[in-house]
């Protein structure tokens, strides 16, 4: 069955700079991978997605994400932190559109 | 388009009742699934409908259960409920379509058992 890893629970940045949240998954078939993001007392929102095709995917708000097959992993990055970034981050992989696993996510805080 | 709508937001039961979440598909989605989140960890999931029958499942007992209706709007049901069952409950809706694959959760609903 796939899984997800997400290397470090806890991220803390400065405000302008980089944002790396490592993600590493495991899965017997090409899968697909996902980030979400999720704010206090709220559902999760999509960032982006891979599906098939480019490895370089780029979301909303400025985040990307490259599909590294050979390192089974789907690094989220983003080149200028900003405060609205803090939130908690989620990876995710699926092989057959029927069920969505969750890593256990990265909480991003800001600085000023 | 509307977005997935959860009720209740917030739910205080006592062990061993049973409860109800409901959950509003967003318009077209043919396929919701369900999720628990523990407090700090990632959602789990539960199980998934698609068309009104059951499309995979994870890890949980029977005593969770669900139902998918033709208008898309979903419920989980969880029986005999025990104190771990505390937790924010997410529903997502979805459009099994190729690669047009994607998510839209809920806020969710917010479980306590006491």
């Known amino acids: 069955a796939q899984s997800v890893t997400q290397l470090g629970s806890h991220v803390s940045v400065s405000e302008g700079a980089l944002v790396l949240l490592r993600c590493n998954y495991s899965s017997s078939v090409p899968p697909y991978l996902f980030w979400y993001v999720q704010y206090p007392n709220q559902g999760l929102q999509l960032l982006l997605k891979?599906?098939?095709?480019?490895?370089l995917v780029k979301g909303i708000n400025g985040f990307e994400a490259e599909f590294k097959k050979s390192e089974t992993s789907f690094h989220l990055t983003k080149p200028s932190a900003h405060m609205s970034d803090a939130a908690e981050y989620f990876c995710?992989?699926?092989?057959?559109?029927?069920?969505?696993?969750f890593g256990a996510g990265t909480r991003l805080t800001v600085k000023p | 388009e509307t977005g997935v709508t959860q009720s209740p937001t917030h739910l205080i039961k006592t062990r061993g009742q049973q409860v109800t979440l409901r959950c509003s598909s967003q318009?077209?989605?043919?396929?919701v699934s369900w999720y628990q989140q523990a407090l700090g960890q990632g959602p789990q999931f539960i199980f998934q409908y698609y068309r009104e029958e059951e499309n995979g499942r994870g890890n949980f007992p029977p005593r969770f259960s669900g139902l998918q209706f033709p208008n898309y709007s979903s419920e989980l049901n969880v029986n005999a409920l025990e104190l771990d069952d505390s937790a924010l409950y997410l529903c997502a809706s979805s459009i099994i379509a190729g690669l047009n694959y994607g998510y839209t959760f809920g806020s969710g609903t917010r479980l306590t058992v006491v």
């Open positions: 891979y599906t098939t095709g480019a490895t």
């Open positions: 318009s077209g989605h043919n396929t």
């Open positions: 995710a992989v699926s092989e057959m559109l029927n069920d969505m696993r």
